[in-house]
């Protein structure tokens, strides 16, 4: 079993700053990644990154901008975002896979958070 809690969300002016956390408890080490979901839309490939940290993968829309990581010893997986723009709001989540097939889709990670919102003003 996995569970995985979101933090870090919350309302920024364009152009600002926010990082995303992400507990991981149950099994650890499994390849994970973050993705987002605007209203009406569908939910969004942003990020991955492998097991041990050091292989990872961006979104064409948020590279250079944002940057995921993962911290082994804490069980905690971030996303740093940089240079927020309003296109950027969404409920942002991370998800965690049971392999490392380097999936983009979300019916590639099995165990999934509850969210967190992330809210940017023009």
């Known amino acids: 079993q996995v569970q995985l809690v979101e933090s870090g969300g919350g309302l920024v002016q364009a152009g600002g700053s926010l990082r995303l956390s992400c507990a991981v408890a149950?099994?650890?080490?499994?390849?994970m990644g973050w993705f987002r979901q605007a209203p009406g839309k569908e939910r969004e490939f942003v990020a991955r990154?492998?097991?041990?940290?050091?292989?990872?993968f961006h979104a064409d829309s948020v590279k250079g901008r944002f940057t995921i990581s993962r911290d082994n010893a804490k069980n905690t997986l971030y996303l740093q975002m940089n240079s927020l723009r309003p296109e950027d709001t969404a409920v942002y989540y991370c998800?965690?896979?049971?392999?490392?097939?380097?999936?983009?889709?979300?019916?590639?990670?099995?165990?999934w958070g509850q969210g967190t919102q992330v809210t940017v003003s023009s």
């Open positions: 998800a965690a896979a049971d392999r490392d097939y380097g999936a983009t889709s979300p019916r590639g990670y099995e165990y």
């Open positions: 149950g099994r650890t080490l499994l390849p």
């Open positions: 990154i492998t097991r041990s940290g050091l292989a990872t």
